[in-house]
């Protein structure tokens, strides 16, 4: 994906050349973000791989330490790791030697941020987790710094300058720490083994917690399921339809198993060959194998469904371990706030 980015900022590059200065100005920095990220990946990871099995045996929130701009992109990816299945919080760097320290216990894995290697504030603290024996993982921009030297796991940015036009202003290289802050998060998420329906479960609110909501509490069912036998006329079939409101009519056994189902799409193809509505039957009419969920599944189940079909579903049956039809959910059910 990163690289595809790249190669779309190559291609505009040659559009540059008679764009207002402004346009040029932005550009710009895009293009120096891009080459340094593109730096870094040219550069040999082998090390990540430790530092990623670190990262992911933890059993203790990792601290993320930073302070200034790097703190503000600390903050950010100790937001990504919780969200990807691994505990973490932001420390900010000033703040912990003012008490926020105690929040660090023994052997805390600590990923810090510092573009220069020497800020001050995570240099006055440093003996004190080291005291702690705590693992420390530096995401920083020059090999020779004081920091650099002592961390545990060293992850170099080595950038060669900052994106703004008098190259001072943090830009580029905290672009790359907050790729590589994401790219370390995701890489131990994989490794724990986190998966999607972890995902929604760690966000309960919004749309992706609606994600979450089992189907059997937005399914209709009972007395309200539109249902016939395949021995029912068409005709009879219709007034089902019409009087579900659904759009659709489940086809089942006497057993309540679902045999089939009947949309308003199946109902006007059959007018349109001029069929008889009271001699044919509902199993000339049905489809067979339609797509179902299962009654435990959730909406997020069903979405994955209904991109998988390949084609518009208006309606999802809702069957149980045995086939037993339990109920049917509308599409436009499942966003609807």
Same mark, same amino acid.
Request: with cysteine; proline share 4%.
């Given at each position: 994906?990163?690289?595809?980015?790249?190669?779309?900022?190559?291609?505009?590059?040659?559009?540059?050349?008679?764009?207002?200065?402004?346009?040029?100005?932005?550009? +710009?920095? #895009?293009?120096?973000?891009?080459?340094? *990220?593109?730096?870094?990946?040219?550069?040999?990871?082998?090390?990540?791989?430790?530092?990623?099995? #670190?990262?992911?045996?933890?059993?203790?929130?990792?601290?993320?330490?930073?302070?200034?701009?790097?703190?503000?992109?600390?903050?950010?990816?100790?937001?990504?790791?919780? $969200?990807?299945?691994?505990?973490?919080?932001? #420390?900010? &760097?000033?703040?912990?030697?003012?008490? /926020? *320290?105690?929040?660090?216990?023994? +052997?805390?894995?600590?990923?810090?941020?510092?573009?220069?290697?020497?800020?001050?504030?995570?240099?006055?603290?440093?003996?004190?987790?080291?005291?702690?024996?705590?693992?420390?993982?530096?995401?920083?921009?020059?090999?020779? $710094?004081?920091? &650099?030297?002592?961390? /545990?796991?060293?992850?170099?940015?080595?950038? +060669?300058?900052?994106?703004?036009?008098?190259?001072?202003?943090?830009? $580029?290289?905290?672009?790359?720490?907050?790729?590589?802050? /994401?790219?370390?998060?995701?890489?131990?998420?994989? &490794?724990?083994?986190?998966?999607?329906?972890?995902?929604?479960?760690?966000?309960?609110?919004?749309?992706?917690?609606?994600?979450?909501?089992?189907?059997?509490?937005?399914?209709?069912?009972?007395?309200?399921?539109?249902?016939?036998?395949?021995?029912?006329?068409?005709?009879?079939?219709?007034?089902?339809?019409?009087?579900?409101?659904?759009?659709?009519?489940?086809?089942?056994?006497?057993?309540?198993?679902?045999?089939?189902?009947?949309?308003?799409?199946?109902?006007?193809?059959?007018?349109?060959?001029?069929?008889?509505?009271?001699?044919?039957?509902?199993?000339?009419?049905?489809?067979?194998?339609?797509?179902?969920?299962? +009654?435990?599944?959730?909406?997020? /189940?069903? *979405?994955?469904?209904?991109?998988?079909?390949?084609?518009?579903?208006?309606?999802?049956?809702?069957?149980?371990? =045995?086939?037993?039809?339990?109920?049917?959910?509308?599409?436009? =059910?499942?966003?609807?706030?």
């Amino acid at each position: 994906m990163l690289n595809a980015a790249i190669s779309a900022f190559d291609r505009a590059d040659t559009a540059a050349a008679h764009e207002d200065p402004r346009t040029q100005w932005f550009r +710009e920095v #895009l293009a120096a973000e891009r080459d340094a *990220l593109s730096h870094f990946l040219g550069a040999d990871h082998a090390a990540m791989a430790a530092v990623v099995a #670190l990262l992911a045996a933890q059993q203790r929130p990792v601290v993320c330490l930073g302070i200034g701009k790097s703190g503000l992109v600390a903050a950010k990816v100790a937001a990504t790791f919780s $969200s990807l299945g691994t505990a973490a919080f932001f #420390l900010n &760097a000033a703040e912990a030697a003012h008490g /926020d *320290l105690g929040a660090v216990q023994t +052997e805390n894995v600590v990923l810090l941020f510092s573009n220069s290697g020497s800020t001050e504030e995570i240099m006055r603290i440093l003996p004190i987790l080291k005291a702690r024996k705590c693992p420390l993982i530096g995401v920083i921009g020059r090999a020779r $710094s004081p920091l &650099a030297q002592v961390v /545990d796991h060293l992850v170099l940015m080595d950038i +060669e300058g900052e994106a703004d036009h008098i190259g001072m202003a943090p830009t $580029s290289s905290t672009t790359l720490q907050m790729a590589i802050g /994401d790219a370390l998060a995701v890489a131990a998420s994989r &490794a724990r083994g986190f998966t999607r329906e972890d995902f929604l479960r760690h966000h309960p609110a919004g749309l992706l917690g609606r994600h979450m909501i089992p189907v059997r509490h937005l399914m209709r069912k009972g007395a309200d399921l539109p249902i016939v036998s395949p021995d029912a006329s068409v005709a009879e079939m219709i007034a089902v339809i019409s009087a579900g409101c659904m759009g659709a009519v489940c086809v089942v056994d006497q057993d309540n198993r679902l045999l089939g189902l009947v949309v308003d799409g199946d109902v006007r193809r059959l007018i349109e060959a001029r069929r008889d509505l009271y001699a044919a039957r509902t199993a000339d009419v049905m489809k067979t194998g339609p797509v179902v969920i299962g +009654e435990d599944g959730v909406v997020a /189940d069903v *979405l994955l469904l209904l991109q998988e079909a390949g084609r518009p579903l208006s309606v999802v049956p809702v069957v149980d371990g =045995e086939g037993r039809l339990s109920g049917m959910i509308q599409s436009y =059910e499942l966003l609807r706030p």
